[in-house]
């Protein structure tokens, strides 16, 4: 048994990882690391090279990788682990597991069992980047990872584009500019922000419009990890209902032009929205 290491009680240990700095993870996680009777990462090397850098040894004790390809067949070696009066401490690359990572399954799955399902809580990427971003904090949605083609990036983001908090979301560096001109285009030119690299030496973030950021994002692509972050912006949003009954009685008489000036302005609403919304319209009622 490693120094300092005490005999858990047997079940399922969630343990968080740093995101960046090594030093990110707190003794309890490392003491659940040296002492569970099973370890299962998502990622073992990297399990392996943190353990080794804080100094705790594996010996003898068995480190199984589970991840979202071999998940349905390593399961139930673990909860043969938890049957048989086992702890078992597992852990994601990087982060807290389960989010945008594995382990739902396996955690529901013990749970369901009537084990023991505990966590080792530390950095997320997502609260890292809100914590920092300068954006209001009282109120948050974290969305993950968006759809990778545009128009089903775009109807996911309309489905969040009422939620009255700040979002979140996670995005390669490869698509962060197309996807912060698709939320400009969805969400309206919110305040937003960009961290990428929390808690490594490339650390940064850059705030600004959507717009801005996408342009940025065009002239200067970031590199490395990236959290996006959008603000609740509810000044430009009117229900669709709304929109669609002036909308229909404004055609009835002006220009699709005409009529989405006048509800835009009556409606306080966006122009380019409303007008968008009057072509449909118009489109359908011909
Ligand atoms: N479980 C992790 C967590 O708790 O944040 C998330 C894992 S997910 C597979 C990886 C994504 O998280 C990256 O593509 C990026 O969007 C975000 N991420 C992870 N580490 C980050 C970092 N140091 N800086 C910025 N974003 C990071």
Redesign the pocket.
């Known amino acids: 048994m490693n120094p300092g290491s005490e005999k858990l009680a047997p079940g399922l240990y969630l343990v968080s990882v740093p995101?960046?700095a090594a030093r990110d993870i707190t003794l309890r996680a490392l003491d659940i690391l040296a002492s569970a009777d099973v370890l299962a990462a998502e990622d073992t090397r990297s399990l392996r090279r943190l353990m080794e850098i804080h100094g705790v040894a594996l010996g003898s004790r068995p480190l199984l990788a589970y991840h979202d390809h071999n998940g349905a067949r390593v399961r139930p070696r673990l909860l043969e682990a938890l049957a048989a009066g086992q702890s078992v401490a597992y852990a994601?690359e990087?982060?807290?597991?389960l989010?945008?990572?594995p382990g739902f399954d396996l955690a529901r799955e013990a749970r369901g069992a009537g084990y023991l399902v505990t966590a080792a809580p530390g950095?997320?990427?997502?609260i890292t980047?809100l914590t920092i971003s300068g954006l209001p904090s009282d109120k948050f949605l974290f969305a993950g990872f968006l759809p990778n083609t545009s128009s089903k990036r775009k109807s996911a983001m309309k489905a969040l584009s009422t939620v009255p908090a700040t979002l979140i979301f996670?995005?390669?560096p490869k698509r962060v500019a197309a996807m912060l001109a698709d939320a400009a285009e969805v969400l309206g030119d919110r305040p937003a922000a960009l961290?990428?690299?929390?808690?490594?030496k490339f650390e940064e973030v850059r705030r600004g419009t959507l717009t801005e950021l996408a342009a940025s994002c065009a002239d200067t692509p970031p590199k490395g990890?990236?959290?996006v972050l959008v603000e609740y912006d509810d000044s430009g949003i009117v229900s669709d209902t709304d929109l669609e009954t002036d909308l229909r009685a404004a055609l009835a008489t002006m220009s699709v032009r005409d009529a989405a000036d006048h509800v835009a302005a009556a409606r306080g609403a966006k122009r380019r929205d409303v007008y968008q919304r009057a072509l449909e319209v118009a489109r359908e009622t011909e």
């Open positions: 995101i960046g994601s990087a982060g807290t597991p989010v945008a990572d950095a997320t990427a997502a980047a996670y995005e390669s961290a990428r690299e929390l808690t490594k990890e990236i959290v």
